[in-house]
Each structure stands twice: as structure tokens, then as C-alpha cells.
């Protein structure tokens, strides 16, 4: 079975990092995008970024692009994300998922995770 463990989560003041790391199993990591949603509270769901291991391809949503660096270990299974610049505004709940390429640059949501908490204090 699928498998997504996200960790690295935690309480930061704004202008701080944090890496949060997602250990997969049970899927064939090279064939599919691995990356992050985020929800805070009260808001929707947000893709946040996401990457193909077998090209490198990163996807960034507008919130986070250049202040977000998201990356991939294929032999251990795993994605990281970098996130420095942190601002109040990205503190939510970090899903670590996996979505399907389905042409026409259209992914589909598969699994994700239970989240890790980030918070960003001013």
C-alpha cells in the first residue's frame, strides 16, 4: 500500500526555513509528480509544488515561487521541500501527494498523506 510520511514541520519566525521531507513506498516513484498541498485554516486546499523525479520538472504555485525550493532523491524515495522567506501567510497544514500525469499537462490527485504543521509567527 501507499505509503507518504512527512516530516520536518514546526514553528518559525517569519524570515526563517524549514525543510520538510516526504518518504514514499508502495508506488513507483519515477512514474509519477510528488509534492505538496497545504490547507490553513478556514482556507481551501492549495497545490503548492510538486516534481517529476525522472525529468526534474518542478512545479511552483504563484504564493510560494522563488522562495520554495522543491527536490527529489530517487534512490531513497523521498522529497524535499525548502522553504525559506517564510511568511505568515504559509502557515498551514503540509500534505505530502502524489499525482498522476495525465497528458495535455493535466495531473491527477492519487494519495496524499497526513500532514505536518508549519507555523510562521511575526
Known amino acids: 500500500d501507499v505509503q507518504l510520511q512527512a516530516s520536518g514541520g514546526g514553528s518559525v519566525q517569519a524570515g526563517g526555513s524549514l525543510t520538510l521531507s516526504c518518504a514514499t513506498s508502495?508506488?513507483?516513484?519515477?512514474?509519477?509528480?510528488v509534492g505538496w498541498l497545504r490547507q490553513a485554516p478556514g482556507k481551501e486546499r492549495e497545490g503548492v509544488s510538486a516534481?517529476?523525479?525522472?525529468?526534474?520538472?518542478?512545479h511552483y504555485s504563484a504564493s510560494v515561487k522563488g522562495r520554495f525550493t522543491i527536490s527529489s532523491d530517487s534512490a531513497r524515495n523521498t522529497v524535499y521541500l525548502q522553504m525559506n522567506s517564510l511568511k505568515p501567510e504559509d502557515t498551514a497544514v503540509y500534505y505530502c501527494?502524489?499525482?498522476?500525469?495525465?497528458?495535455?499537462?493535466?495531473?491527477?490527485?492519487?494519495?496524499w498523506g497526513k500532514g505536518t504543521q508549519v507555523t510562521v509567527f511575526s
Open positions: 508502495g508506488f513507483a516513484f519515477d512514474d509519477y509528480r
Open positions: 501527494a502524489v499525482w498522476s500525469d495525465q497528458g495535455n499537462n493535466r495531473y491527477d490527485l492519487q494519495w
Open positions: 516534481i517529476s523525479s525522472s525529468t526534474g520538472s518542478a
